[in-house]
């Protein structure tokens, strides 16, 4: 009894050693061959027997490291060879950098892969589907294995596609299935995405493998097969106990709940009424209310308008408004009171003022009368200063980096910016072309699309032509000859020299005869041609190698992607098909000591020369173009430019004062009276102001902006002439004393008028130094270089101009003719008579202005419109549109306007399907240099734009 227990047990211990032994069988092991056009894809050998342990401690390591689901210790036994497991680990190198960065995705991904080649027990779910003869180095005859067959669990393959399918590529912000799959991510299922890998058309695959997902045992050719498990873990779980989970980054379901979206506060509003409109219409109505009683007030009982008191008539013109006023006895003891104030009577701001009055004119008056009896000694020191400050101007330096003009050194962005631009490099400087055909929109089918007339071969060809027409532009620097190639940005430099080009045409790889290449079906008829590969292209950047029958690479020839929101533009949506422009973007290395640009910029120098011939050559294609320096240069040439501007509105200031100054009373004394000389020495001193500004300034070292040359000298002269204006008719009012000569009255009108230009002045240059404390560096640089030439100005004219305006006093006096001075014409004196415009404000306007009635509504209208614009304050838009610094013309956005928006949409909405969810994603520190590599061009940003 006993012994027939034992006898079994023996049986069933054999029959599951049987069971164990026939389930670690192989259907291949190690390697013979490869494939005839291609040694690397390696061909594993047919081996129909139980699985081995590894020969080298490498072949183990790698083994444990790559596969550490099916590793159990040094003696492991699989069906994979030392050579197959060292091939497998070298084939991982793509999906390693592209998906290592979620462990528990790349680990489910490796296992698909690790079953696939060294599973003990392959034979369970593989069989062989296709084999190939091949001859061993010995020259042995042999079979290869060719094609196999791949049942994976069908519940296992979907965990597999949940866990990765948020991984994002950190060099170009997208999916990385999308390269993994060869199509955008939501259009990838896990059966695609294995039919993808397992394709030899990929060029990635050595041998075609063929995946069957199922859920229960599959037969095929006879062969039941059962599905394999993986057992893949979720992109929120680690995969082992040392490892991590994927990041928020790569994995939703790692993500904190999503915030309520921020919505953005609305105007407030009170009873359907704008808060800042109601709360000024409030501040309005309180004031008319306030003042309206103060006024009613002081009307009665100040004022005596109820005539309590005997009336008169007020002496005013009967043709302005004449009514009966207030009583004359009134009005003349108020007169009588002024008359007899005392000093002391006088509060102490009123004595101080006084006598800082007093104090500035005795001054001014003293000044003047040296100015008048020394002109010549004056003019000469005041020219020589002046002089020797504008000839700083030899140091003059003009800043046209937009970067360095709106960006304060210390703001965040700027000093960001500096940081990464001297830990890693500047951004690449971008060449960027636009092209559409002009006024044609039609359309053309092809395999049931719809293509928009850009896509016409002939017309492509052409725009091919234009691009390697531009790579072959030869420039000159420093004796040297610089092409694309030696400037170009090269990722893959030196073992692949070709230029990063983001173009449609790099999906031919910038070849005429690819993109005349057609594709024939297995019968002969033509099945594939251009258009195909595009719309592959277009959804599969990466791919090595189209699933038409063309089979050629979308990779360009500078070994990366073409993201098709950078070559094409005018299109809705991702109708790629229906785009209306072409975009071409050359990236050029670009470096942070900006001598080391110039070989860059004369080569950009020479690609402008040549776009704008072409464009002028080709009317049947519409170009818009910009090169990295088209915005520094357009800002040089435009103030180039409006030197004729400023030279013309000078002479017309000048032609306008030479008529204004001079007082013209009889046709006699015309060319006497005249002040043309006057008027062209009042606006040479503005030129001269603003010269010694600049030289000044220079001397500092502080560089100027091209505004300042174009601004300044306009401002400055609307200041200068007003002073000149204010002396010269002052001059012309003024009464002369008896016994007084034309050295005392001018003394005595600089003293009258001095103060009011000294205060003038200083607050005008304080405003400007004030408005130096901005952070803005061309805000900046423009109030100090203003303020210093309105005080320069200001400082010339109480000196030179004083001086001139007695010379020009004593020609008038002695009856010379201005200009020829020599000449001498009798014409007797000339009585003080003040001006038509003079007598209009002094007798009519002031006194009109100052009657009682029309004060109160001056004062509410006035306060009325500064509310009224108070209020509207707070509909204004805060920020500076650098597109409007450069013509219309040099905005490549606004040229083709719908390439503009879908460019920026492009990039929009790529990010948006990579990482909506991931509001507080950041790419580490060490990926950003790499990301460079293959970062899509941001031109549209930097029209500069450009984003």
């Avoid at 509504?857 to 450069?886: E, P």
């Amino acid at each position: 009894m006993v012994g027939s227990i034992r006898q079994r047990v023996l049986v069933i211990f054999v029959l599951l050693a049987i069971i164990a032994k026939t389930s670690c069988r192989c259907i291949w092991y190690d390697q013979c061959g490869h494939q005839p056009d291609n040694k690397d894809h390696k061909l594993n050998c047919i081996y129909d027997g139980d699985a081995k342990p590894f020969k080298t401690e490498k072949a183990r390591d790698v083994f444990a490291r790559d596969c550490p689901s099916l590793y159990n210790g040094p003696d492991t036994e699989t069906c994979c060879s030392d050579s197959q497991i060292l091939t497998l680990d070298s084939q991982l190198a793509v999906p390693r950098q592209l998906l290592q960065r979620c462990p528990s995705c790349f680990n489910n991904f490796l296992n698909i892969w690790c079953y696939l080649t060294c599973a003990p027990n392959i034979a369970d779910f593989m069989s062989i589907n296709s084999t190939l003869d091949v001859t061993l180095p010995n020259g042995t005859e042999t079979k290869g294995i060719n094609g196999v067959n791949y049942v994976l669990s069908r519940k296992a393959g979907n965990e597999i596609l949940q866990s990765c399918k948020d991984v994002i590529n950190p060099s170009t912000n997208q999916p990385a299935l999308t390269i993994l799959c060869a199509r955008p991510v939501e259009k990838c299922t896990i059966q695609s995405w294995l039919d993808y890998m397992g394709d030899t058309g990929n060029s990635q695959a050595p041998f075609n493998i063929f995946f069957t997902l199922a859920d229960k045992n599959v037969t095929i050719k006879g062969k039941s097969l059962k599905p394999v498990d993986t057992k893949p873990t979720k992109c929120s779980e680690a995969p082992f106990p040392n490892s991590t989970a994927c990041s928020c980054q790569d994995c939703e379901a790692q993500c904190p709940p999503t915030p309520p979206p921020i919505v953005p506060p609305s105007r407030c509003k009170i009873a359907h009424l704008d808060c800042y409109d109601l709360a000024f219409t409030i501040v309005f109505a309180t004031f008319v209310l306030v003042f309206g009683s103060w006024c009613l007030c002081y009307n009665i009982i100040v004022q005596d308008a109820l005539r309590l008191e005997k009336g008169g008539e007020e002496q005013t013109p009967k043709w302005l408004f004449g009514r009966l006023g207030p009583a004359i006895s009134r009005n003349e003891r108020k007169r009588e009171r002024l008359l007899e104030m005392t000093e002391d009577e006088l509060s102490h701001t009123e004595r101080l003022g006084a006598r800082m009055e007093a104090f500035l004119e005795q001054t001014f008056t003293r000044w003047g009368l040296f100015c008048a009896y020394h002109p010549y000694i004056v003019t000469f020191i005041v020219l020589v200063i002046a002089g020797g400050l504008c000839a700083g101007v030899a140091n003059f330096s003009v800043t046209t980096d937009p970067v360095k003009l709106w960006s304060s050194p210390d703001s965040q962005a700027r000093t960001e910016k500096e940081y990464f631009d001297s830990h890693f490099r500047p951004f690449y400087r971008t060449e960027q072309i636009i092209i559409s055909r002009p006024n044609n929109h039609t359309t053309f089918p092809y395999h049931n699309k719809n293509y928009s007339n850009i896509f016409d071969k002939s017309f492509m060809h052409q725009i091919l032509s234009l691009q390697n027409s531009i790579e072959n532009i030869e420039a000159s620097h420093d004796g040297d000859v610089v092409t694309l190639s030696d400037i170009c940005f090269a990722p893959l430099a030196p073992d692949n020299t070709n230029c990063t080009i983001q173009s449609v045409f790099n999906y031919f790889q910038n070849s005429p005869d690819m993109l005349d290449k057609i594709g024939y079906d297995q019968y002969g008829w033509e099945s594939a041609d251009y258009r195909d590969h595009l719309i592959f292209c277009v959804q599969s950047p990466y791919s090595l190698n189209d699933t038409t029958d063309l089979h050629t690479p979308c990779l360009g020839t500078y070994g990366g992607p073409v993201f098709p929101w950078v070559a094409f533009g005018g299109y809705t949506g991702e109708d790629y098909n229906l785009a209306t422009a072409f975009v071409i973007t050359f990236l050029v290395n670009n470096n942070l000591e900006k001598e080391k640009n110039g070989p860059a910029e004369a080569w950009e120098s020479e690609f402008i020369k040549y776009m704008k011939n072409f464009t002028e050559n080709n009317p049947n294609i519409s170009i818009a173009f910009s090169s990295e320096r088209s915005i520094q240069d357009e800002i040089e040439r435009e103030s180039e430019g409006d030197v004729v501007t400023i030279l013309a509105s000078y002479l017309i200031m000048f032609g306008y004062i030479t008529l204004t100054l001079g007082q013209y009373k009889s046709v006699a004394r015309i060319l006497v009276d005249a002040k043309i000389s006057l008027g062209l020495a009042g606006v040479t001193i503005v030129l001269l102001s603003v010269g010694a500004s600049l030289g000044f300034y220079s001397y500092l070292g502080i560089p100027s902006t091209l505004i300042i040359v174009e601004v300044v000298p306009f401002l400055v002269l609307a200041v200068g002439v007003d002073n000149i204006f204010i002396m010269v008719q002052t001059l012309q009012r003024e009464t002369r004393k008896d016994g007084e000569n034309v050295e005392e009255i001018i003394g005595r009108v600089i003293g009258h008028v001095g103060p009011s230009m000294l205060l003038t002045s200083l607050s005008e240059s304080l405003a400007f130094f004030l408005g130096a404390l901005t952070s803005m560096p061309a805000v900046r640089v423009f109030s100090l270089y203003a303020a210093m030439a309105v005080l320069i100005d200001f400082l010339l004219q109480i000196t030179i101009f004083v001086s001139l305006l007695t010379l020009d006093a004593k020609r008038q006096e002695a009856g010379r003719v201005d200009v020829l001075c020599c000449v001498e014409k009798p014409v007797g004196k000339r009585k003080p008579q003040p001006g038509i415009l003079f007598t209009f404000v002094s007798k009519y306007y002031s006194r009109f202005l100052l009657k009682e009635w029309v004060r109160p509504i001056v004062m509410l209208v006035f306060v009325g419109w500064c509310c009224v614009s108070a209020a509207l304050t707070s509909r204004l838009s805060i920020g500076l549109n650098q597109a409007l610094s450069v013509p219309r013309w040099l905005r490549v956005g606004f040229c083709i306007k719908p390439v503009h928006n879908n460019v920026i949409s492009g990039f929009l909405r790529q990010a948006e399907a990579s990482g909506a969810r991931t509001r507080d994603r950041r790419v580490p520190a060490d990926l950003r240099a790499d990301s460079q590599a293959t970062m899509p061009p941001t031109a549209p940003q930097r029209l500069r734009a450009i984003r």
